[in-house]
């Protein structure tokens, strides 16, 4: 796992190397614990985002996958009844 794990990160690195015509806005990659979960992944290319922006966009993605992950759990639940 923790190699699928590293090779994410390379394959982002490409992306930032590869994307030198565009001003680099930011990036970030959140692996939350567990095998079958989709990390957080997000590269801008907008340098002229404002930071508010990168933080807001960063919670908001972090909110959906909380919520997400609660309403499986919830789910998960019922069917064990």
């Not at 567990?34 to 919670?59: C, H, M, Q, V, Y």
């Not at 909380?66 to 919830?74: D, I, M, T, W």
Request: proline fraction near 6%.
């Amino acid at each position: 796992m923790s190699k699928e794990i590293a090779d994410k990160f390379r394959v982002m690195a490409d992306r930032i190397e590869k994307n030198t015509g565009e001003p680099f806005g930011g990036c970030v990659m959140i692996f939350p614990p567990g095998d079958n979960i989709e990390p957080i992944e997000l590269l801008w290319l907008d340098a002229k985002t404002d930071i508010p922006s990168f933080w807001g966009t960063i919670r908001a993605k972090c909110d959906i996958a909380v919520a997400e992950h609660a309403n499986q759990s919830r789910m998960g639940q019922a069917f064990r009844r």
